[in-house]
T-cell receptor, first 111, second 112 residues
Framework: KQEVTQIPAALSVPEGENLVLNCSFTDSAIYNLQWFRQDPGKGLTSLLLIQSSQREQTSGRLNASLDKSSGRSTLYIAASQPGDSATYLCATIRGDDKIIFGKGTRLHILP | DTAVSQTPKYLVTQMGNDKSIKCEQNLGHDTMYWYKQDSKKFLKIMFSYNNKELIINETVPNRFSPKSPDKAHLNLHINSLELGDSAVYFC???????????FGNGTRLTVT
């Protein structure tokens, strides 16, 4: 049974700093891994998707990596801004569309 | 015992038809969502309802219309189906708009 763990559960950093959010999963038989942010009133916003054959994906200040063999993914946020404050979730998706989410990391960027 | 249930699980239909996907949650949650998962399994939000009121309506063709008869149900009606509508559609619910989501098992729609 897949378990997805995100560490830390909460994080506060000063504006401008680079930061890394961690996601680990127990079953490496995934189709892909997706990172989301969750804001009040906005459900989940898709950030990055990494196919199982890929090692990383980049979008703007965000970079996500995937190491299937070790069951880990990281989300790197460069030059953090107050607008980055949100809850970040990672999810593994299997070939049969089963989605397993981590509990998320609540990120607070201090102005 | 199912928390979020969607029906049908599979739906195969022809272009131009109108179809509905139903979603029900027995968790007592206030907010329900519809997500679309494309061929690369990229999950994107389509709609969100809070206490039967529409609060999110992403850029989705007008052929897609959500209907929430009560807090526990959020159905998705699709008119004039097109080939590009083929995808897996997930319903989800949460206690509030920033609470963890509970997903249904998905409805795989195939338009031929």
């Amino acid at each position: 049974k897949q378990e997805v763990t995100q560490i830390p559960a909460a994080l506060s950093v000063p504006e401008g700093e680079n930061l890394v959010l961690n996601c680990s999963f127990t079953d490496s038989a995934i189709y892909n891994l997706q990172w989301f942010r969750q804001d009040p009133g906005k459900g989940l916003t898709s950030l990055l998707l990494i196919q199982s054959s890929q090692r990383e994906q980049t979008s703007g200040r965000l970079n996500a990596s995937l190491d299937k063999s070790s069951g880990r993914s990281t989300l790197y946020i460069a030059a953090s801004q107050p607008g980055d404050s949100a809850t970040y979730l990672c999810a593994t998706i299997r070939g049969d569309d089963k989605i397993i989410f981590g509990k998320g990391t609540r990120l607070h960027i201090l102005p | 015992d199912t928390a979020v249930s969607q029906t049908p699980k599979y739906l195969v239909t022809q272009m131009g038809n109108d179809k509905s996907i139903k979603c029900e949650q027995n968790l007592g949650h206030d907010t329900m969502y519809w997500y679309k998962q494309d061929s690369k399994k990229f999950l994107k939000i389509m709609f969100s309802y809070n206490n039967k009121e529409l609060i999110i309506n992403e850029t989705v063709p007008n052929r897609f219309s959500p209907k929430s008869p009560d807090k526990a149900h959020l159905n998705l009606h699709i008119n004039s189906l097109e080939l590009g509508d083929s995808a897996v559609y997930f319903c989800a619910s949460s206690q509030r708009t920033n609470s963890p989501l509970h997903f249904g098992n998905g409805t795989r729609l195939t338009v031929t």
